[in-house]
């Protein structure tokens, strides 16, 4: 397998490890962020859907952050600038550590990694469209009624608009 690259795509950066001779024949899109739950769904995917032939994509998305009128103060808008880098290598560090937990936990298995910046539930859809993935594993945080009005629910949105399988597998906590 080639080593781990490194490239560009607009607001999306790319971690790759894969090899064109040895063809795929899934692509899955495990979804990750900070959380507990992200963690459980990863390692859970990589434990029971996860197969050497398949093509793993570790994806995070960064939600848009509101700028608006502040990018006219030189201030405002380079500490926001700040931010922004801050935030963006927080998401590429951890979409490397998965990646990473991938090369050690299935050698043999191919995967990109993904930072994303927009709306996090229509990127991680349109990802999985774009890529034509098989399945999406995503995490839950077990959100109440009350909370997924009010929050809305990456996993449950997951659910009723993508056109493929979307497996959450929920973290129950002892």
């Known amino acids: 397998m080639t080593g781990s690259e490194v490239h560009h795509f607009h607001r999306e950066h790319v971690v790759s490890h894969t090899n ?15 959380s507990k739950y992200a963690n459980h769904a990863f390692t859970w995917a990589l434990q029971n859907v996860c ?6 994509y570790i994806v995070n998305v960064l939600p848009h952050t509101p700028h608006g009128h502040l990018h006219t103060d030189p201030t405002h808008k380079a500490h926001l600038d700040a931010v ?6 927080e998401s590429h560090a951890l979409v490397k550590k ?3 937990v991938v090369k050690k936990e299935m050698p043999e298995v191919q995967f990109i990694g993904l930072s994303l910046r ?7 859809l349109d990802c999985a469209e774009k890529i034509g993935c098989g399945v999406i594993v995503c995490g839950t945080r077990g959100l109440s009624a009350l909370g997924r009005a009010a929050m809305g629910s990456t996993s449950e949105y997951l659910v009723h608009h993508a056109s493929m ?6 973290l129950i906590e002892a």
């Not at 197969?51 to 793993?56: G, N």
């Not at 709306?119 to 991680?124: G, N």
């Open 20 to 34: 064109k001779l040895h063809p795929t024949q899934r692509n899955v899109l495990i979804a990750v962020d900070p």
């Open 118 to 124: 927009g709306d996090v539930r229509q990127e991680l």
């Open 84 to 89: 922004e880098a801050e935030l963006e290598a």
């Open 51 to 56: 197969k050497p032939t398949d093509l793993i």
């Open 165 to 170: 399988a979307v497996v959450v597998p929920k």
């Open 98 to 100: 998965y990646c990473e």
